[in-house]
């Protein structure tokens, strides 16, 4: 699975956008992003995905480059309670093993 | 059940003893996985089960470590003569039939402290 590369760790103002960037640069053709969130002491949680397009859920959205090299989650309105740890994965869906990054921290600050 | 289950949530061993971790995936899928993730750390892939495939152990550490699924169901993960190193959230996710539209659903893990 092709490794992505995201920032240590954010901060976000509660009420606004929070936009997290990851970078996929060896993405393949096949291989769609995946972002996936852990709040302390919980299992990680699913949020989204997409290979091409940009996609929209309950949760956030998820936006893709054109060349696929890059994305961004964004939470429009980020609440306290999306402190965690954001994690954007690469992979084939229906693939084996997912190998999950050191991820980005984010802060939402009242 | 709802959600992936696992059991025990925590477990303090001593250094050399063996330890059995429970995971009751989620009803009809087919998909389940093991993680390791060491304090302050992200996930570390250990082993990844689907049907009646052979299991994907290509992330198990050494030989200590073993996995065994009964059919769709119930898997455990076993870690024999537990050594400090080992402790850390030993997390269980579960997807249904290789295809994940929804992504993974985790459960929340063992925490294993060896002694």
């Known amino acids: 699975d092709a490794k992505t590369t995201q920032p240590p760790s954010m901060d976000c103002a509660e009420g606004r956008a929070a936009n997290l960037p990851c970078n996929h640069s060896?993405?393949?053709?096949?291989?769609?992003v995946y972002w996936y969130r852990q709040i302390h002491s919980q299992g990680p949680q699913y949020i989204i995905h997409?290979?091409?397009n940009n996609e929209t859920n309950e949760m956030a959205s998820l936006i893709i480059t054109e060349d696929r090299k890059s994305s961004t989650l964004i939470l429009p309105h980020a609440t306290l309670r999306d402190t965690a740890v954001y994690y954007c994965?690469?992979?084939?869906?229906?693939?084996?093993?997912?190998?999950f990054g050191a991820g980005t921290r984010l802060f939402v600050k009242a | 059940g709802a959600g992936v289950s696992q059991s025990p949530s925590n477990k303090v061993t001593e250094k050399g003893k063996d330890v059995e971790l429970r995971c009751d995936p989620i009803s009809g899928h087919t998909a389940l996985y093991w993680y390791r993730q060491r304090l302050g750390q992200g996930l570390e892939f250990l082993i990844y089960f689907q049907g009646n495939s052979a299991p994907d152990k290509s992330g198990l550490p050494s030989d200590r470590f073993s996995a065994e699924r009964t059919g769709e169901s119930v898997s455990t993960l076993t870690i024999q003569r537990t050594q400090q190193e080992d402790s850390a959230v030993y997390l269980c996710a579960s997807s249904p039939a290789g295809q994940d539209n929804y992504g993974y659903t985790f459960g929340s893990g063992t925490r294993l402290t060896v002694v």
């Open positions: 994965i690469v992979r084939v869906t229906g693939g084996f093993k997912t190998i």
């Open positions: 997409g290979l091409k």
């Open positions: 060896t993405i393949s053709g096949n291989e769609y």
